[in-house]
């Protein structure tokens, strides 16, 4: 299994944060590893304090089923077949903003999370910082 480098992890979070900047959003930006641990984390001026924790989860719930969090939520809903999920493994957030990191080849090596604004801006700033690694 692939995962994350320390290098690669900065370039997502510095690319988010740009994108966060680029829409006049302040965010919690979370980037875990291939096993789902905090590889990278930084919280904007003035960033809400509850969302830090809505980050990183976002971020281990993508890398936990290697989706993004907001098409978990799709599968979630009462009556899908998801329902509930998002009491399980210590908690998930099924609700967009957390997305898988690829590498050249594909491979999943980590996720990133995002939270701070409209869950719209959460998944625009988290695919931003994803996009880096696609064009490394």
Known sequence: MSDITTDQAEQVLEAAIKAAGEVGCRMNVAIVDAGGNLKA???????????????????????????????LGGLSQPGGPLYQIEVSNGGLITFPGGVPLRNGSGEVIGAIGVSGDTVENDRHVAVAGAKVLQSA
Do not use: N, V, Y
Request: charged residues 35%; positive net charge.
């Open 41 to 71: 984390f930084r919280r904007m001026d003035g960033a809400w304090l509850g969302s830090i924790d809505i980050s990183i989860r976002k971020a281990r719930t993508s890398r936990q089923f290697d989706m993004e969090s907001g098409d």
